[in-house]
Structure formats: C-alpha cells, structure tokens
Nanobody, 126 residues
Framework: QVQLVESGGGLVQPGGSLRLSCAAS????????IGWFRQAPGKEREGVAY????????DYADSVLGRFTISRDNTKNTVYLQMSSLKPEDTATYYC???????????????????WGQGTQVTVSS
C-alpha cells in the first residue's frame, strides 16, 4: 500500500527557512519520480520541485529556483524540501506525490501524479 506522509511545516518569518519531509512506504522511493506541490487558498495546485528516479535529476518552478532544494535519502525512503529565503507568497499547504508507475516522468504537472500525501501547512508571516 502506497503511503506518503509529509511533515515539517509551520509558521516562519519572512526570510526564514524550513525543511519539509515526505516519508514513503509501500514502495521503493528511489524507483520513482517524486514531486513537491503546493496549494494556497483559492488557487490551483502548482508544482514546486521534483526529483527523478535513480539519477536524482531535479527541476524547480521559477518561483522557487535558487531558494528551495529537493533531495532524497534512499536509506530512509524519504524526500526532503529545504526551503530558504521564504516569502509570504510561499504560504500554502505543501504536498508530495508520486506517479503510478516507476521511472515515469511527471515533471511538475499535478495531473500526472497519482498518489498524494495529506499535506503540511507552511505559513510565512511576520
């Protein structure tokens, strides 16, 4: 049974940092592309970053490039999203997700991901 559990969200001041975790179970994370997404109230869900299977190639949305870093710890079957220089516009619920099949490119398109975590809230405010 595929399960994704996000953690690490919270309240942070502008310019601060947070590290989100996505713990996976029921499958081997290294074999899958995994993405981080976010959704703010009243807005569509948007892709933030993804990391590819095996080689760990990464890509980011322009809005977070240079501030966020996605990484993977295969020994813990966990993916992380290190967020720095946070802005109020980064406030959202953050989700991790994987496609149905291994080694399937899904880029930053939410519609191409099949399994989702429950989300973790990130609030950037002074």
């Amino acid at each position: 049974q595929v399960q994704l559990v996000e953690s690490g969200g919270g309240l942070v001041q502008p310019g601060g940092s947070l590290r989100l975790s996505c713990a996976a179970s029921g499958f081997t994370l290294e074999d899958y592309y995994i993405g981080w997404f976010r959704q703010a109230p009243g807005k569509e869900r948007e892709g933030v970053a993804y990391i590819s299977s095996i080689l760990g190639i990464t890509d980011y949305a322009d809005s977070v490039l240079g501030r966020f870093t996605i990484s993977r710890d295969n020994t813990k079957n966990t993916v992380y999203l290190q967020m720095s220089s946070l802005k109020p516009e980064d406030t959202a619920t953050y989700y991790c997700a994987v496609p149905l099949h291994p080694h399937t490119t899904a880029a930053l398109k939410p519609a191409l991901y099949d399994f989702w975590g429950q989300g973790t809230q990130v609030t950037v405010s002074s």
